[in-house]
């Protein structure tokens, strides 16, 4: 995350400048050297945004995940439009290379979410991890959505 307005995006970014609130989250590339930055986007919505982890689909997709307090982020395509609780985890998948956000959703239940790692597996599935401390999280028809006490805290892989 940065708290930095003047935060380097590149032209055709996403989101060029900064979302608004204390923070925003953000998505670099740089050059294989590390020299030159390729690519760079804010991500995120009026009040405060942090992305935690990141992955790179075989499409050079990037898939963001992270936690907001906005009830505004870029949501498109998602399993959960609308936050439920206080602090929600996010997952989105942009495609730099057309400057769009495939799709973004807001993950989590009815207490403090935030996504903290994230994984494609090879059929192009995301896998996201999660704290999950409070509340039911959100799933398919006929999925036990209940996390058992013992996961509430280690986290619990969530295919989106």
């Known amino acids: ?76 395509g998602a399993v959960q439009s609308l936050p439920s609780g206080p602090t929600y985890a996010f997952v989105a998948r942009l495609d730099p290379a057309r400057a769009r956000v495939e799709y973004a959703t807001y993950l989590g239940g009815v207490g403090k979410d935030a996504a903290e790692a994230v994984a494609i597996d090879p059929s192009g599935a995301i896998v996201v991890a999660a704290p999950h401390r409070l509340g039911r999280l959100p799933g398919p028809s006929g999925c036990a959505t209940g996390v058992p006490r013992r996961h509430r805290q280690h986290g619990l892989p969530m295919p989106v």
């Open 1 to 76: 995350m940065t708290l930095s307005r003047y935060f380097p995006t590149t032209p055709g970014a996403l989101f060029p400048t900064y979302r608004g609130g204390p923070s925003d989250a953000f998505v670099v590339t740089l050059s294989p050297r590390g020299d030159r930055l390729l690519y760079g986007s804010f991500f995120g919505g009026r009040l405060a945004d942090g992305a935690t982890a990141m992955a790179r689909d075989p499409s050079g997709r990037l898939v963001l995940v992270g936690w907001t307090w906005s009830p505004d982020l870029p949501v498109a």
